[in-house]
Structure formats: C-alpha cells, structure tokens
C-alpha cells in the first residue's frame, strides 16, 4: 500500500512539474453569428488562433438525427 501511494504521489509531483504554454481561444455561442464593431477589434487585436462557432444544432430523434 505505501509503494502505491508513493507512486501516486511521485506521479502527481512529475505531472505537475511541466510548464507549457497554452494559447486562449474563444467560443462564439450565439444562434446568429453577428460580430458588432467593437466585437470585432477585440477579436483583431487578440492574441488568439482560434475562434470557434456553432453553425446548427443536432437532435437525434428515435435513430434519426435531424439538423
């Protein structure tokens, strides 16, 4: 039981030790994609590679999945 413990924790201390960057993204979730103007130049001047967005929605009803 200490060795499984042991290694748990050693685990936790070497998976916690990396430090990487990670970029910020945005996700847009509105039922129009309509960007205003200030929308816009925030989205310009963010340091963002991506912007993700919903186009539709899926329901599946029975086995059938209706868009």
Known sequence: MKAVRF???LF???SCSRKEQHPYTF???KTNLKLDR???TVL???PV???YTRFFDVDKI???FNL
Do not use: C, T
Request: cysteine-free.
């Open 7 to 9: 290694l748990f924790i």
């Open 12 to 14: 936790l201390i070497v």
């Open 27 to 29: 996700y847009y979730w």
């Open 38 to 40: 200030e929308e816009k």
């Open 44 to 46: 310009d001047k963010a």
């Open 49 to 51: 590679p991506f912007l």
């Open 62 to 64: 029975g086995e059938n």
